[in-house]
């Protein structure tokens, strides 16, 4: 079992930066990716960004490819998300996950385990 704690939501205006945290316990050698997914209201949840746990590369959806950067440290099992230049579109609820069997680390449902979920809210 893998257990996933964010932080770091919160209020922002467009343009402005948030950085969100996950922090990852139990079986993290189990773990092949770390993935964080978003869901707006009302719409589905999507892929943001993943990182191979071992290796370390990188991957973005095409929204957010340029302002937003992932990045983990295997030595406090945490992974982060450094969100800039925010938009009103990238208000949702941000989820972190964990992936250990094989599967494209696009889709939610190759996800074994999930966060709780940590809300980024649009001020203006």
């Known amino acids: 079992q893998v257990q996933l704690v964010e932080s770091g939501g919160g209020l922002v205006q467009p343009g402005g930066s948030l950085r969100l945290s996950c922090a990852a316990s139990?079986?993290?050698?189990?773990?092949?990716?770390m993935g964080w997914f978003r869901q707006p209201p009302g719409k589905e949840r999507e892929f943001v960004a993943g990182?191979?746990?071992?290796?370390?590369?990188?991957y973005y959806a095409g929204s957010v490819r340029g302002r937003f950067s992932i990045s983990k440290d295997n030595a406090k099992n945490t992974v982060a998300l450094q969100m800039n230049s925010l938009k009103p579109e990238d208000a949702a609820v941000y989820y972190c996950?964990?992936?250990?069997?094989?599967?494209?680390?696009?889709?939610?449902?190759?996800?074994?385990?999930w966060g709780q979920g940590t809300q980024v809210t649009d001020s203006s």
């Open positions: 996950a964990a992936k250990r069997a094989r599967g494209s680390l696009y889709y939610p449902q190759n996800y074994e385990y």
């Open positions: 139990g079986s993290i050698s189990s773990i092949k990716t």
């Open positions: 990182i191979a746990w071992s290796g370390g590369d990188t």
